[in-house]
């Protein structure tokens, strides 16, 4: 178990619509990481969250956005949902933000079905 | 942009044989490649990272080599066992530092 918590562990949904994936990191952890992870494209970085602000930003399209709020969970909006946004998505954690060398911990992950 | 390539192809080997996966990455050079391992449906597990400046770096049965003349890393299980049977990733920074970039992954299969 690596600490970091999401929820839900499914969602399945129908195209157009709009989903809120939930993450909360370790105790202690500052910073949080989205992914989405496809059987095509791999693990691909969508956003970075340090202390309730933004840090970076992978490929990340327009229709989904994040945040992460004072006590440091963070949520994951996907909007005007496609089925090609089928896949896994990960939040993973870490201490710090710019140090290059933490290593990241991954929640189980919420698998989105868009039918 | 950075480019990460793992072997594409499943690897399969007998139990008490060491395992051989591969990382190679283009166009710069990173301060360090962190390995991960992932099984089916969950997410992938730190192991090992290893900095420019560190030719190897081992782990238990784990060893992790970094030539960043040939741009590539390489991680080895010794005396494999059918429990490290998983998918196997290699990460580095991107350019700006700021992020992650992941491999495709090496899915291994060791039979007993």
């Known amino acids: 178990d690596s600490g970091v918590t999401q929820t839900p562990k499914h969602l399945i949904t129908a195209t157009g619509q709009r989903v809120t994936l939930r993450c909360s990191p370790r105790?202690?952890?500052?910073?949080v990481y989205w992914y989405q992870q496809s059987l095509d494209q791999g693990l691909q970085f969508l956003i970075q969250?340090?202390?309730?602000?933004?840090?970076a930003k992978g490929n990340i399209l327009e229709r989904f956005s994040a945040q992460q709020f004072p006590d440091l969970h963070s949520e994951l909006n996907l909007s005007s949902l496609e089925l090609g946004d089928s896949a896994l998505y990960f939040c993973?954690?870490?201490?710090?933000?710019?140090?290059?060398?933490?290593?990241?911990?991954f929640g189980p992950g919420t698998r989105l079905t868009v039918l | 942009s950075q480019k990460i390539e793992q072997n594409s192809e499943a690897l399969n080997i007998q139990e008490g044989k060491t395992a051989t996966l591969t990382c190679n990455y283009t166009?710069?050079?990173?301060?360090?490649l962190q390995w991960y391992r992932q099984d089916p449906g969950r997410g992938p597990v730190f192991l090992l990272l290893?900095?420019?400046?560190?030719k190897e770096k081992r782990k238990e049965r784990l060893k992790v080599t970094f030539d960043t003349t040939l741009k590539q890393s390489l991680f080895h299980i010794t005396a494999s066992q059918p429990a490290d049977s998983a998918t196997y990733l290699c990460?580095?920074?991107?350019?700006?530092?700021?992020?992650?970039?992941f491999g495709k992954g090496t899915t291994l299969s060791v039979s007993s």
């Open positions: 993973a954690s870490s201490v710090g933000s710019l140090e290059p060398y933490n290593e990241q911990f």
């Open positions: 105790s202690g952890d500052l910073s």
């Open positions: 969250y340090y202390n309730g602000e933004e840090r």
């Open positions: 166009n710069y050079s990173p301060a360090y």
């Open positions: 290893i900095r420019e400046n560190e």
């Open positions: 990460a580095l920074p991107n350019q700006a530092g700021t992020a992650l970039i």
